[in-house]
């Protein structure tokens, strides 16, 4: 396993290099100058080209492409150019409301989404598995932006038991903090749960056909022991892969999610540099999350061992 980790490591590099070629590449080729929102409208021609100037905007692209480059390499993504700040420092102040979102998003669509399969595959073709299999349909099928306005006009302004908007750290308190982050969570988790769902019912359903699991429940086997210790486990394989796959949806809803619900997380950085033409943290934060994204799902396949003793690395 050591062996086949670190071949997969090896192959991330290349994958990295062309995510950060393509990125720089789209940004610098697409419309939009950062100078003139700096400058305003209002601004002449000649106070344009001095920040273009004092930005480093007018140089070739190769120039920039090698300068942006040799940065990345030294860990420095450089200076963002409407904060006036270092791009991993930006990023790491708002790191930590964008994970703790997305864990609990993850804790939520999991809880959520593993009994609905499990039922849905048991009771299949019954009242059951139609309902779950509905909240599946509707449930990836509703934009995030509009469940999450939903959700505020339920739960913030009709009932009045959450926050609309904003979030607190840990450190001001359990309560606080969970309360301004339960109502974005859930509604990041809903998606994720629908997609989860639809694959657990789907693995579940070729396990439970399987003539051992005929046996297990000809010999009197418990029905939740056969269902999570014997079926669930050998449905897993796809599952871990919907969920590596998955996150993929979580960091792109976590965009949406953000701006809707005011966090200043990850997302709302993202939506802020894209208004602002900020492009060198639109390309630090891309850059970043396509490694995460890379490395969650090398930590998804090494996981399948784990399941299924016959996958040997």
Do not use: C
């Not at 449905?235 to 998955?246: R, S």
């Not at 850059?287 to 399941?307: A, E, K, P, Q, T």
């Amino acid at each position: 396993m050591l062996s086949y980790a670190l071949r997969r490591l090896l192959a991330i590099i290349p994958v990295m290099v062309v995510v950060a070629l393509v990125v720089f590449s789209l940004l610098y080729f697409s419309p939009g100058d950062p100078a003139l929102v700096l400058a305003g409208e209002t601004a002449t021609p000649e106070e344009i080209a001095r920040i273009r100037e004092a930005l480093g905007l007018d140089r070739p692209y190769l120039v920039r492409l090698t300068e942006w480059s040799l940065g990345i390499l030294h860990g420095d993504f450089g200076d963002s150019i409407f904060f006036g700040r270092s791009v991993a420092e930006l990023m790491a102040q708002r790191a930590m409301p964008t994970l703790w979102l997305s864990l609990l998003a993850m804790i939520f669509a999991l809880v959520l989404a593993l009994p609905l399969g499990i039922i849905a595959a048991w009771q299949v073709g019954r009242a059951p598995d139609r309902l779950a299999m509905g909240f599946a349909v509707v449930g990836y099928s509703l934009p995030v932006f509009v469940l999450g306005y939903l959700l505020i006009f339920a739960f913030s302004v009709w009932l009045g038991w959450l926050p609309v908007q904003g979030y607190k750290p840990p450190s001001d308190g359990l309560w606080p903090f969970l309360s301004h982050l339960i109502l974005p969570a859930l509604t990041l988790g809903v998606v994720y749960a629908a997609l989860i769902a639809r694959i657990t019912r789907s693995a579940m359903l070729d396990v439970l056909r399987q003539d051992y699991m005929r046996t297990a429940r000809a010999k009197g086997l418990g029905l939740w022991p056969m269902l999570l210790r014997h079926a669930l486990k050998n449905a897993a394989i796809p599952i871990m892969t919907i969920v590596g796959i998955g996150f993929g949806s979580v960091i792109s809803g976590v965009v949406v999610t953000e701006t809707v619900f005011n966090i200043p997380g990850i997302g709302r950085l993202t939506v802020d540099a894209i208004l602002r033409r900020d492009y060198p943290v639109i390309q630090g934060v891309v850059l970043v999350l396509s490694g995460v994204y890379v490395l969650i799902n090398l930590v998804v396949d090494l996981s399948y061992g784990l399941f299924d003793p016959r996958i040997k690395y």
